[in-house]
């Protein structure tokens, strides 16, 4: 089963309403594969969702980096699921490493995010990934065996699940894991999708790689057979996204 290279560019807590304009000028001129070769998923801060949404090339889709974990209501400073399908955005990121070690969501928690994001219709990101410590004590495959796990308690349908491995030592560090490294993490999570949830769900989910991926770098990566596109950092606010979105053509040569 083909899986559709899939590249998302996280913009992180940064921007003017300038350089947005100037970042979506760069993409909307870019020449990049179709839309049946990759899919495209840029995610501003939540103040520039619309000028994003309304001015950004049709073939690219916007996410939000985040959102409640339940309906709206006295929950201040948070954006719920249903506010974002009412401003037709498609996408959400959640669960990522910054939010999970800086603002201390656990695994139980990103779990309940996804399953709602989805119940409301969103596409979901769903991001798991070692610290250094982790890696460096051997337990990088059962950290993130629990952090899918906590997922696949809650969802039953995958149809609209991105999984998103970063390792957390290889993010803004500009360190990245070897692509032998990203191969290892990527295989062992489809294999736990196969024995855990179903062979169907393994075969068709993507997995993407996210942890300073540039454009020198995203060929190699790339080209490993389970990684099925990225999340990228840094790089999203550069002309460089371009070649990273182009790396969906060594998938297609392949």
Known sequence: MGRKFFVGGNWKCNGTNEEVKKIISTLNAG???????????????????????????????????????KKGGAYTGEISAEMLVNLDIPWVVLGHSERRLILGESNEFVGDKVAYALSQGLKVIACVGETLEQRESGSTLEVVAAQTKAIADRVSDWTNVVVAYEPVWAIGTGKVA????????????????????????????????GGSVNGANCKELAAQADVDGFLVGGASLKPEFIDIIKSAEVKKSA
């Not at 839309?35 to 950004?56: A, H, I, N, R, W």
């Not at 769900?201 to 993407?208: F, G, M």
């Open 31 to 69: 020449d990049v594969p179709s839309q049946d070769v990759v899919e495209v998923v840029v995610s501003p801060p939540f103040v520039f969702l619309p000028l994003t949404k309304g001015t950004l090339r049709s073939d690219f889709h916007v996410a939000a980096q985040n959102c409640w974990v």
């Open 178 to 209: 070897t692509p032998a490294q990203a191969q290892e993490v990527h295989a062992e999570l489809r294999k736990w999708l196969h024995a855990n949830i179903s062979p169907q769900v393994a075969a068709s989910t993507r997995i993407i790689y």
